[in-house]
């Protein structure tokens, strides 16, 4: 079975500064996806930012960018002039690329405060 | 559209009462699922439709029992609750075909059983 790991509970970052959160996997397919989501305390789950297995570029939205290491099966996200709106609950995760409706498997999360 | 609805959004029911929680998409996906969150955890998955028909069941205790009429529609009833199952359910929608699609999830209903 797979599994997402997020080692930091929570983490702060000062109002335009750079923060990276750490997300780590575990899987013996090869082909798959990796998503970042944001949940704010109004609860909605927003997609962020997601990776295919198989593109070697690491993909980019805006602010938010990731560092895929595949071999490393690490997947971190770097948000860059965080804003006071970016703080949330940031949960990674990991879908398989079998057929269209497989499982999200979510890592714990990471809550992150932005400071003024 | 590229919205999940949920409706309601807070609902509190006693352990013998029945309702139903509501999740409506006009996206085309045809992909729907319900997942539970307690609170500071991640969202845990309890069932998948897949072109309206049950893929998966996360082994999930029968007073819960989750329908889709159409392709739009997807309902969770609920009947004999029990305080435990207090949480915020999530319904999401995606592509039911092989892509980097993500997921799309509506806001959730939060669920008080007293």
């Known amino acids: 079975a797979q599994t997402v790991t997020q080692s930091q509970p929570e983490m702060s970052v000062q109002e335009a500064e750079t923060v990276t959160l750490s997300c780590t996997y575990d899987t013996s397919e090869s082909d798959y996806y990796l998503f970042w989501y944001k949940q704010p305390p109004s609860r909605q789950m927003i997609l962020v930012i997601r990776?295919?297995?198989?593109?070697?570029q690491n993909a980019t939205e805006n602010r938010f960018s990731v560092n895929f290491q595949k071999a490393a099966k690490s997947f971190s996200l770097k948000i860059s002039d965080s804003q006071l709106g970016d703080a949330a609950m940031y949960f990674c995760?990991?879908?398989?690329?079998?057929?269209?409706?497989?499982?999200?498997?979510f890592g714990k999360g990471t809550k992150l405060t932005v400071n003024p | 559209d590229t919205e999940v609805t949920q409706t309601p959004k807070h609902l509190v029911m006693g352990m013998t009462n029945k309702k139903s929680l509501k999740c409506e998409q006009h996206?085309?996906?045809?992909?729907m699922y319900w997942y539970k969150q307690k609170a500071k955890k991640p969202p845990e998955l309890m069932f998948v439709y897949s072109y309206e028909k049950l893929s998966i069941n996360e082994s999930v205790p029968s007073r819960f029992s989750p329908e889709c009429p159409n392709s739009s529609l997807l309902n969770l009833h609920l009947h004999a609750l029990q305080p435990e199952d207090s949480a915020l359910y999530l319904c999401?929608?995606?592509?039911?075909?092989?892509?980097?699609?993500?997921?799309?999830f509506g806001s959730g209903t939060r669920l008080t059983v007293v």
């Open positions: 995760a990991y879908r398989s690329a079998w057929s269209g409706s497989e499982k999200l498997v």
């Open positions: 990776q295919e297995a198989y593109k070697q």
């Open positions: 996206m085309g996906h045809r992909a």
């Open positions: 999401a929608s995606s592509q039911a075909v092989r892509g980097d699609y993500g997921y799309t």
